[in-house]
Nanobody
Framework: QVQLVESGGGLVQPGGSLRLSCAAS????????MAWYRQAPGKQRELVAS???????KYGDSVKGRFTISRDNAKNTLLLRMSSLKPEDTAVYYC???????????????WGQGTQVTVSS
């Protein structure tokens, strides 16, 4: 069974920093793109940042210059460093991976359970 497990969420004051981690585990053959999405109450899930297996990154306009995505391909982990946090960054953050499990012929979407990030004074 393959799973993505996020950690690192919590409460932080405006202007503060936080780091999210995501660990992929199970019978993984390969991981292509990994990403962080977020969903605030009453809003649609939106892309925060993505990174390919080769290291190419993409960021949502609202987080450019403040968030940094990275991954460790050897450990199947994904990181998101968030700085200069704003109240509007408050959301549940989800880890995403486009990956192929051992024995499968196709890559599939996988999602973590999500971790809450609250930015408030």
């Amino acid at each position: 069974q393959v799973q993505l497990v996020e950690s690192g969420g919590g409460l932080v004051q405006p202007g503060g920093s936080l780091r999210l981690s995501c660990a992929a585990s199970g019978s993984i053959f390969s991981i292509d793109t990994m990403a962080w999405y977020r969903q605030a109450p009453g809003k649609q899930r939106e892309l925060v940042a993505s990174i390919t297996s080769g290291g190419s990154t993409k960021y949502g306009d609202s987080v450019k210059g403040r968030f940094t995505i990275s991954r460790d391909n050897a450990k199947n982990t994904l990181l998101l460093r968030m700085s200069s946090l704003k109240p509007e960054d408050t959301a549940v953050y989800y880890c995403y991976a486009w990956m192929r499990v051992t024995g499968a012929t196709m890559t599939t979407n996988y999602w973590g359970q999500g971790t809450q990030v609250t930015v408030s004074s």
